[in-house]
Each structure stands twice: as structure tokens, then as C-alpha cells.
């Protein structure tokens, strides 16, 4: 087996190593906590029913004309809407904080990690690039190796590759964090902004 190859299982095997720790630490020191579990469940239940009232007042409004006694009605059904949507965010802003703080300790865990694996491999190449990258990505993949062939990809740049990709699948696979159908608060943000554009724009 070629001298990259073993170096790329290593970094690898420890970069795994290192995730699947941190997944499990924050599992015990968070996510398996009954505040996180039941601020979990209380967002998807909440964000379930606001989806449904949603859905719901949209056909209303398709099917029904802009009677008086009707208007009446769905300003009630709104205001429900609004107080519900409001609680919604509130409790999606808080588990999103709670995930802030495991994120913090897997940060700093893989950062030590970082420092240990770099410093084994400084000024040795893990892989080769298929192509020559750009100038100005040159101090990322070349960083720390002497030389002008720059088809050589320093020890950093396979980390930071490989930490991305192995930590999102070990996430998942593991069925811990945050379920993907509850929407981060920074998507709400992006929505209400394009909102308000539209609403200057008109």
C-alpha cells in the first residue's frame, strides 16, 4: 500500500475516533438531558401544529369568500396562528442555543485533535490533487510543504476535508443533534428579511 494511503486510513481512523467521541460526550452531557428531550419533542409537536393550522387556513381561504362573518372568523384563527408561531421561534431559538454549546465542545475537541495529527505530518504530503489548485487556495492546500509542485496536498486541508464529511455522517448516523425537520432560526431570519424586501420593493 503507497505511503498516502496509509497516512489518509490514519487521519481518517483518527478523525473518526475523534468525532464519535465528542457525538458520545455530548450525548451524555446534553442531548440524552430531559431539558434538551423535552424542548425537542415540545418544538416538533409545536411545529407540526402551526404546519397543519397553516395548511388548513390556506384552503380556508381558497374556498371561502370575503364574507364579513367570515373575516371575523379568521382574524381569531390568526391571532391563534401568530401567538403559536411566536412560541414556535422562541422554543426553536432555545434548543438551537443548547446545540450551540455542543458544537463548542466538539469544536475543541477536534481542534486538539487538529493540532496532534498536524503536527505529526508537518512538511509531509497526505494526497495528491488531480489538478493545480489556484493561487489563492495555495496557502491551505500546500501549507507546511516545501517545494513547487502544488499538486501536493498538505495534512490540513485533507483534515479540514475529512472532519466536514465524517462529522455530518456520524451525526446522522447516529441519531443524535437536532432533527432535520425542525427549520434553524437563522432560516426563519432569512425568510423575514426577504419579506420585508418584498414589502419595501412594492
Keep these: 500500500m503507497h505511503q498516502h494511503n496509509i497516512d489518509q486510513l490514519t487521519i481518517v481512523g483518527s478523525i473518526l475516533a475523534g468525532v464519535i467521541g465528542t457525538e458520545i460526550i455530548t450525548y451524555y452531557m446534553i442531548y440524552r438531558t430531559e431539558k434538551f428531550q423535552?424542548?425537542?419533542?415540545?418544538?416538533?409537536?409545536?411545529?407540526?401544529?402551526?404546519?397543519?393550522?397553516?395548511?388548513?387556513?390556506?384552503?380556508?381561504?381558497?374556498?371561502?369568500?370575503?364574507?364579513?362573518?367570515?373575516?371575523?372568523?379568521?382574524?381569531?384563527?390568526?391571532?391563534k396562528m401568530s401567538s403559536m408561531e411566536v412560541q414556535l421561534k422562541t422554543r426553536t431559538k432555545e434548543l438551537f442555543q443548547m446545540k450551540f454549546h455542543?458544537?463548542?465542545?466538539?469544536?475543541?475537541?477536534?481542534?486538539?485533535?487538529?493540532?496532534?495529527?498536524?503536527?505529526?505530518?508537518?512538511?509531509?504530503?497526505?494526497?495528491?490533487?488531480?489538478?493545480?489548485?489556484?493561487?489563492?487556495?495555495?496557502?491551505?492546500t500546500h501549507r507546511g510543504l516545501t517545494g513547487d509542485d502544488f499538486t501536493q496536498c498538505s495534512v490540513a486541508l485533507f483534515y479540514a476535508m475529512s472532519s466536514l464529511a465524517i462529522k455530518e455522517s456520524v451525526t446522522r448516523f447516529m441519531g443524535l443533534g437536532i432533527p432535520p425537520g425542525i427549520q434553524s432560526p437563522m432560516s426563519d431570519a432569512v425568510k423575514d428579511l426577504e419579506k420585508y424586501q418584498e414589502q419595501f420593493a412594492n
Design 38 to 79: 423535552d424542548l425537542r419533542d415540545l418544538v416538533l409537536r409545536t411545529s407540526k401544529l402551526v404546519n397543519s393550522k397553516k395548511a388548513a387556513e390556506e384552503r380556508r381561504k381558497a374556498e371561502e369568500k370575503a364574507a364579513l362573518r367570515g373575516k371575523e372568523g379568521k382574524k381569531g384563527k390568526l391571532g
Design 102 to 140: 455542543s458544537n463548542l465542545i466538539t469544536a475543541g475537541i477536534l481542534m486538539v485533535l487538529y493540532w496532534g495529527v498536524t503536527s505529526s505530518y508537518t512538511g509531509t504530503p497526505v494526497a495528491v490533487l488531480p489538478f493545480e489548485p489556484l493561487t489563492m487556495m495555495r496557502p491551505l
